[in-house]
């Protein structure tokens, strides 16, 4: 068995399959990789993201803010969500907000120049929505107590 072919098979298969959305862009910001699980979470085929802007899935009013991050992690090959989790909003296909949370990773290339971003997303609007559902709740009974 080749052991490389293999490994190389193996990677594909657990991106494609992955139940969080996988995604790679490049230094501009375009889209260059979307999984299955990109495609249920936020409503678009690979075939309708490729090649186009990751405005897709970003809110409006948080991508000058965004644009400023990504292009200074690219420019500085460095971010500390490689190692910690962001927490941020983005928009499905429908225009619904979903709130999710990523890691990123730095995608060198042979000169250690940045090639782009990968990123592990993850949906957490349910969990979100029970945090905020528990908060109002305790805030409720506070209130009862002070009353």
């Keep these: 068995m080749n052991s490389?072919?293999?490994?190389?098979?193996?990677?594909?298969?657990?991106?494609?399959?992955?139940?969080d959305a996988i995604m790679f862009t490049d230094r501009q910001g375009l889209?260059?990789?979307?999984n299955r699980g990109?495609?249920?979470m936020f409503g678009y085929t690979a075939a309708e993201v490729m090649g186009r802007s990751l405005?897709?899935?970003?809110?409006?009013?948080?991508?000058?803010?965004?644009?400023?991050g990504y292009?200074?992690?690219?420019?500085?090959?460095?971010?500390r969500y490689s190692t910690e989790m962001l927490t941020a909003?983005?928009?499905?296909?429908?225009?619904?907000?979903i709130s999710t949370e990523f890691a990123m990773v730095l995608v060198p290339g042979e000169d250690d120049t940045i090639l782009g971003v990968a990123a592990v997303i993850r949906d957490v609007s349910a969990r979100w929505q029970r945090?905020?559902?528990?908060?109002?709740?305790?805030r409720e009974l506070e209130a009862q107590l002070v009353g």
């Design 55 to 68: 405005d897709l899935i970003i809110p409006e009013n948080l991508r000058g803010r965004h644009w400023d």
């Design 31 to 34: 889209i260059r990789l979307w």
């Design 131 to 138: 945090e905020k559902d528990l908060k109002e709740r305790i």
């Design 89 to 97: 909003p983005a928009l499905r296909k429908d225009g619904t907000r």
């Design 38 to 40: 990109a495609e249920r």
């Design 71 to 79: 292009f200074r992690v690219i420019k500085d090959g460095t971010s």
């Design 4 to 19: 490389a072919h293999t490994h190389r098979q193996l990677c594909q298969k657990i991106v494609e399959d992955s139940s």
